[in-house]
C-alpha cells in the first residue's frame, strides 16, 4: 500500500469555525489532490499540487484553500466552515509525469467532517 | 471540460454470476485513460482497471474485463463469477493523458469521476 496518511480521520465543527486537514505522503510523489465525495457526485477534484508550492483549482474549489510547502504534505483549508462542506474528504497522490506512471493514482483513508 | 455518467445507481447480482456496469464519457480528447475503482465499506479507494484509450483491446484483470467503446465513448466493466467481497461502490473516472514535456500541457492526472454504482452480491 502507498504511504498516504490523512488527519484527522473524523472531525466535527461548527459552523464558521476554521478547519484544516492533512494529507501526508512517504512515497515522495510529485502530484497531490483533494477530493471531496458525496452522494450522487461521486468524487470531486477540489485543489490540486503539481509540486512544491504550485497548486492549482480543481473542480469545486470555492470555500477551500490549500498549501503545499514540502513534498509530503498537502493541507486543505476552510476559512470558514460551512455546511454544505459536510463530506468525506480524500487526498490522493501520483508521480510525475516525467516517470510515465502519473496515471496511477493513491488514496488515502479519508477523512470524514461534519459541519453543524 | 469532461463529464462521465453513470446511469445505474444500484445493481444486484447472485454469487458466482456475471453483472455488467454501465458508464459513459464525454470528451473531446483523443488521448486518454479511463479507470475503473472499487469502493468497499471500508472507505478505501481501489483500482480495478485500466483502460488507454488508444489501445483497442478490452483491458482484462483476473474476473474483471472491460468493454470499451471509444465511437460511442461507453466504458462497461463486466464481473464474473462474483463474490461476496465484490460487494462495494464502483466509480468509473476519466483522466487525460499528460503530455510529456510540453510547457503546460500536461494533465497532472486528474480524474473526473462518474456517480458511482452500488454493487450487492447475494450469497
Known amino acids: 500500500d502507498a504511504g498516504i496518511t490523512q488527519s484527522p480521520r473524523h472531525k466535527v465543527t461548527e459552523t464558521g469555525t476554521p478547519v484544516t486537514l492533512r494529507c501526508h505522503q512517504t512515497?515522495?510523489?510529485?502530484?497531490m489532490y483533494w477530493y471531496r465525495q458525496d452522494p450522487g457526485h461521486g468524487l470531486r477534484l477540489i485543489h490540486y499540487?503539481?509540486?512544491?508550492?504550485?497548486?492549482d483549482k480543481g473542480e469545486v474549489s470555492d470555500g477551500y484553500s490549500v498549501s503545499r510547502s514540502k513534498t509530503e504534505d498537502f493541507l486543505l483549508t476552510l476559512e470558514s466552515a460551512t455546511s454544505s462542506q459536510t463530506s468525506v474528504y480524500f487526498c490522493?497522490?501520483?508521480?510525475?509525469?516525467?516517470?510515465?506512471?502519473?496515471?496511477?493514482?493513491?488514496f488515502g483513508p479519508g477523512t470524514r467532517l461534519t459541519v453543524t | 471540460a469532461q463529464t462521465v455518467t453513470q446511469s445505474q445507481p444500484e445493481m444486484s447480482v447472485q454469487e458466482a454470476e456475471t453483472v455488467t456496469l454501465s458508464c459513459t464519457y464525454d470528451t473531446s480528447e483523443n488521448n486518454y485513460y479511463l479507470f475503473w475503482y472499487k469502493q468497499p465499506p471500508s472507505r478505501q479507494m481501489i483500482l480495478v482497471i485500466r483502460q488507454e484509450a488508444y489501445k483497442q483491446q478490452n483491458a482484462t484483470e483476473n474476473r474483471f474485463s472491460v468493454n470499451f467503446q471509444k465511437a460511442a465513448k461507453s466504458f462497461s466493466l463486466k464481473i464474473s463469477d462474483s463474490q461476496l467481497g465484490d460487494t462495494a461502490m464502483y466509480f468509473c473516472?476519466?483522466?487525460?493523458?499528460?503530455?510529456?514535456?510540453?510547457?503546460?500541457?500536461?494533465?497532472?492526472?486528474?480524474?473526473?469521476f462518474g456517480q458511482g454504482t452500488i454493487l450487492t452480491v447475494h450469497p
Open positions: 473516472a476519466f483522466m487525460k493523458h499528460g503530455v510529456k514535456g510540453a510547457a503546460g500541457g500536461t494533465s497532472y492526472g486528474k480524474l473526473t
Open positions: 490522493a497522490i501520483s508521480d510525475s509525469a516525467w516517470s510515465g506512471r502519473y496515471y496511477e493514482q493513491y
Open positions: 512515497e515522495n510523489h510529485r502530484y
Open positions: 499540487s503539481y509540486g512544491v508550492k504550485d497548486t
